[in-house]
């Protein structure tokens, strides 16, 4: 529990001056943003209440998925937050959020660059240790196999 509750406040350190990208660089195309900002909201990261991820009458699923990349790393660390509370009672929300940590290879088994130029280089140093550090988390607390997918694909050889 004391290593959730670090991981927690770390994710608020890290990520507190994230800035929120205009509306339309949220979503990837028009059709989701209504649905999406009933369920996110247009508010701060910070604002944004993490029951409303599961209560909302919108499929918090289609939601992740309609995010653009921006809108996926600006809203990461309440992903994150929810993943860290709510994992044992989770079901695909977390397997989708780590899915988009993880890099999609070309077919030299090598990361593609444009999942370099729009996850990993989008984010600080710190946020990249810190998003490492829940995934490893994950890994060692709950033998979570796509983690260890997303540490061995990326994030062990790049911190």
């Known amino acids: 529990m004391k290593k959730q509750q670090e991981l927690l406040i770390l994710i608020d350190i890290v990520f507190d001056q994230s800035i929120l990208p205009c509306i339309n660089e949220i979503y990837e195309n028009e059709c989701c943003k209504i649905e999406c900002i009933e369920s996110l909201g247009i508010n701060e990261w910070k604002e944004t209440i993490l029951d409303n991820l599961i209560c909302s009458s919108v499929d918090i699923l289609e939601v992740i998925t309609c995010l653009s990349h921006k809108g996926f790393l600006y809203y990461l660390p309440i992903f994150l937050q929810f993943i ?3 994992y044992d009672d989770m079901d695909v929300l977390g397997d989708l959020v780590i899915d988009r940590l993880t890099p999609k290879l070309n077919n030299m088994n090598v990361p593609r660059a444009s999942w370099i130029r729009n996850i990993y280089d989008c984010l600080t140093d ?28 990326y994030w062990f050889d790049n911190p």
């Open 84 to 86: 860290l509370i709510n």
């Open 126 to 153: 710190q946020q990249r240790k810190c998003t490492q550090e829940v995934l490893l988390y994950l890994w060692e607390k709950y033998d979570d196999g796509l983690a260890e997918d997303a540490l061995n694909n």
